[in-house]
């Protein structure tokens, strides 16, 4: 048997790859992150499928459910919002599974970000404009971020900031960037990117968190920030450019 950890997409059941779609249709087993995983996708399961819903399930609780189903010969989804290499705690449950002797594989899903700059029609790397995304989060009730790792110092190199778990802090750190990005910096709030009750909040760093508290934005949302927003003049990229070498 095995253990697939599978990304689940942002939300919309139909946002998952290919291959994601046939093991969960074929997996016996079935763990999913409560409320971020659709139920249209958990309906594709078999017929009889055991469906286990992690969201109030501790580590310990999680790894048991997975050793138990390899100890029948059953395969296992276990499903998590996103793409698993983003702030999924995959790490762990491999860790444990790892010392258990359970095989298992990784199943890659489309990120928030990625549904987060679709929503906005916009490229988050423009020629001339902006060439590096960071991808990081804030620290309020989650895992404390690693020395170091500071928003402010991100946000001096202008780079296009894309921000989890941080709606809930915009009125404290909106004034943190716009020291960086101006007052004016632009910046976009996606609430449940790719769902039927998506929102998008489009504003700058003076006005965004007015925007985010009048339309009760708590949870479940990207913020990004960066001149990529509002770009408008911008050089052509070179990839189709008549002076490239296509030798």
Known sequence: MTVHFIGAGPGAADLVTLRAARLIASAPVCLYAGALVPRELLDTAPAG???????????DQITAELVAAHEAGLDVARLHSGDPSLWSAVAEQMRRLDAAGVPYEVVPGVPAFAAAAA????????????????????????????????????????????LHLAVQRIAELAPELA???????PVAVVARASRDDELVLRGTLADIAG??????????????????????????????STTRCRG
């Not at 499928?49 to 580590?59: E, I, K, M, N």
């Not at 508290?213 to 189709?240: C, I, M, N, Q, W």
Request: glycine share 8%.
């Open 179 to 185: 020291e960086h990005y101006g007052d004016d910096g």
């Open 211 to 240: 925007q985010v508290e009048a339309a009760g934005v708590k949870r479940t949302a990207v913020v990004v920030v960066g001149p990529v927003l509002a770009a408008a003049e911008f050089p052509d990229s070179h990839l189709y």
């Open 49 to 59: 499928a055991r469906l286990v819903d992690t969201a109030d399930l501790d580590l």
């Open 119 to 162: 929503a906005l029609k916009r490229e988050l790397t423009v020629p001339g404009v902006g060439q590096t995304v960071v991808l990081t989060r804030t620290s309020a009730r989650s895992t404390p971020m690693p020395p170091g790792e500071q928003l402010a110092a991100y946000a001096a190199t202008g780079a296009t900031l894309v």
